[in-house]
């Protein structure tokens, strides 16, 4: 059993330490964290990880779809022993959480991908490296040493380009390949736009495209001498409206690892992964970042949880920001959670140090809601354990 009190204990020390007058360095309340962050990036930097599609009505929709539920606690069970394990596809992970996969973290804190990679290995948390990180696979997998490891791929037009992503992953050593579905065509996003701000087009976000051999080739120079020409090559490989299902059987037959498709919202489409062959799907809208309007993600949650039936792994991402949101979603069915933009904010505050002291609050906010809802392990949380809200 995984000791989780440490995990708990963390509140303690922060208690400690502000009885010998040592506050601390990072706000606890997360819309405190964003505020800080706010102040120390550019607004461009901020716009980008903050804003969502349109009127940003989804990422409201997002945050309030956990207010529609509300745990039931139970008491006089004895919690004093916790374990937070849980094995999601082939990946043991020590609590059902994992970092989601977010770009050009380079942004907001010039380590980039390299700060929460060197943080997720201190912490042993589960990391979803972006296909759109300024720091490529085979160095980010490096640094994760044996840190469980998934890669997100941006499925580009080019089939061997994406062929030689997926085979990068496999030889770097990660476990599961996580193929976002949501983001064909970049939407209609008002905060860049105010901006003309998109980070790739000044070379952020890029790293494993231009150390990609496939997509090296043909660049009428190399990009450590002229980056112009490889920025315009992203462009017109990004990505490919034209994808459909049966295009999944190439990416079955590039690769080995398990496949987990991004971006689901309706129960059909969860039917359609499973008679595809998939290993699992993460529900999400990608924060609100692609369809101004559309279903927060956990209001869809129950309805594809129920449509899947257990015949493939079921992760959550979309509004995660407290150890109860965890729970919640836990309860109406997924297996893990995907944690995003707090950790970005933590990120641009603190570097590698405000990661890790982020997600140690984090993961002890989320023991701390399991233990007193009267749970010691989350393979014990089911539905009974929410109400919903009046």
Request: with cysteine; proline share 6%.
């Amino acid at each position: 059993m995984s000791d989780s009190q440490p995990l708990a204990a963390h509140q303690n020390l922060i208690y400690r330490e502000g009885r010998e007058g040592r506050l601390p360095t990072l706000p606890l309340a997360v819309e405190d964290l964003e505020h800080a962050a706010m102040e120390a990036i550019s607004p461009e930097a901020y716009g980008y990880v903050a804003g969502g599609a349109g009127s940003e009505s989804t990422v409201l929709a997002n945050l309030e779809a956990f207010e529609k539920w509300r745990i039931v606690p139970r008491v006089l069970r004895d919690v004093s022993k916790r374990d937070l394990r849980c094995r999601v596809l082939n990946t043991e992970m020590p609590w059902p959480v994992m970092l989601a996969p977010i770009g050009v973290q380079s942004i907001v804190h010039p380590e980039g991908e390299k700060a929460v990679a060197r943080a997720a290995r201190a912490l042993g948390m589960p990391m979803c490296l972006s296909t759109a990180s300024t720091s490529n696979i085979e160095e980010i997998a490096f640094i994760l040493g044996d840190t469980p490891k998934w890669y997100q791929l941006y499925w580009p037009r080019d089939p061997r380009l994406a062929k030689s992503f997926l085979q990068r992953a496999e030889r770097a050593g990660y476990e599961a390949v996580v193929v976002t579905l949501d983001t064909k065509i970049l939407a209609w996003r008002e905060r860049d736009l105010e901006y003309g701000y998109l980070p790739f087009l000044k070379g952020e976000g890029i790293g494993n495209y231009i150390s990609d051999p496939v997509f090296r080739e043909g660049l009428e120079s190399p990009p450590e001498k002229d980056m112009a020409p490889a920025i315009r090559k992203w462009g017109t490989l990004f990505a490919e409206p034209a994808h459909t299902w049966a295009d999944l059987a190439y990416l079955r037959e590039c690769t080995k690892l398990p496949i987990v498709l991004k971006g689901i919202q309706h129960p059909e489409d969860a039917r359609l992964a499973v008679q595809h062959g998939m290993d699992g799907i993460v529900v999400s809208n990608h924060g609100g970042r692609q369809v101004d309007g559309a279903i927060a993600s956990l209001d869809t949650l129950p309805g594809i949880v129920d449509a899947v039936k257990g015949r493939m792994a079921v992760l959550f991402d979309s509004g995660i920001r407290r150890g109860a949101d965890v729970f919640k979603a836990m309860a109406i069915g997924a297996d893990a959670v995907l944690l995003g933009r707090p950790y970005m904010w933590a990120l641009a505050l603190g570097g590698q140090e405000g990661v890790e002291e982020y997600l140690r609050r984090f993961l002890a906010d989320v023991d701390l809601t399991l233990a007193l809802s009267g749970h010691t392990s989350f393979k014990e949380v089911t539905r009974d354990a929410l109400v919903a809200a009046e």
